[in-house]
């Protein structure tokens, strides 16, 4: 492996977002390596969202700065964009569009020549095993379905790193699992995941986790050492000594 490859997916330092008097996000400073799937943990309002939107060149930083993929957020954003996928609490899919049209609209979208949508659009539909729903409207879809779409169009050109701002949301603990073993093969063959959710449990399955709390990071590590530092069995009990303080 190279230096260059070495070169974490995602820095941040001193990022902060304010929005007149109020604060949601608070000089927050943490590193991603490359393959690693990051939990960005904490509840509803803890400004998870708001720092996504900044990584991903959708909202411009008050202050502090950050790279994702080495390209520099405030400066490149074109870059940035060029170089992750991005799955929306909404799955970001068209509803009434099939689910080849879906992956050939964003096949589009991300620069892809004809054969590459044409090749893409015949791997996706056979790795999610969805032959016979290929021209059914995503709408029609179940709701497990639509998330593993989403996910696999988010990764259609093959991007360095994956946002996926609560994907998870409204969907059964079974479900959930079987997300989460695609995430594990993205990361296989390097693809950074970044997630932010704010179910305790998923914590469990990343390899480090940072937890908000009111803008701020209040704990970052793997799910194993935050437990062992808080003295706690799970992370339900860290995230809750973390809020009480």
């Not at 995430?183 to 179910?199: D, K, P, R, S």
Request: charged share 20%; net charge negative.
């Amino acid at each position: 492996m190279t230096a260059a490859s070495q070169q974490p997916a995602i820095t941040a330092t001193g990022l902060t977002k304010k929005f007149g008097d109020f604060t949601a996000v608070d000089a927050i400073t943490f590193s991603v390596a490359q393959g690693e799937v990051f939990g960005f943990l904490g509840a509803n309002g803890a400004g998870k969202t708001t720092a996504i939107k900044m990584l991903i060149g959708l909202s411009h930083p008050t202050a502090g700065s950050a790279t994702v993929a080495g390209f520099d957020i405030a400066t490149q954003r074109e870059q940035v964009k060029e170089n992750i996928g991005y799955m929306s609490q909404k799955f970001s899919l068209y509803e009434d569009l099939s689910v080849l049209q879906n992956i050939n609209f964003y096949g589009g979208i991300y620069g892809l020549s004809r054969r590459q949508i044409k090749d893409k659009s015949a791997e996706i539909i056979e790795r999610l095993q969805l032959e016979a729903h290929a021209t059914k409207v995503v709408g029609s879809l179940p709701l497990g379905w639509k998330q593993r779409l989403a996910f696999a169009v988010a990764g259609v050109h093959d991007p360095q790193i994956i946002f996926m701002d609560e994907p998870t949301g409204g969907v059964d603990p079974v479900t959930r699992r079987r997300f989460w073993e695609m995430i594990y093969a993205a990361a296989e063959v390097g693809t950074t995941i970044f997630v932010t959710t704010h179910y305790m449990d998923e914590a469990e399955y990343c390899n480090r986790i940072s937890i908000m709390v009111a803008g701020k990071i209040a704990a970052l590590g793997s799910p194993r050492q935050l437990k062992d530092d808080y003295e706690a069995a799970s992370m339900d009990e860290v995230f809750l000594k973390l809020v009480r303080d």
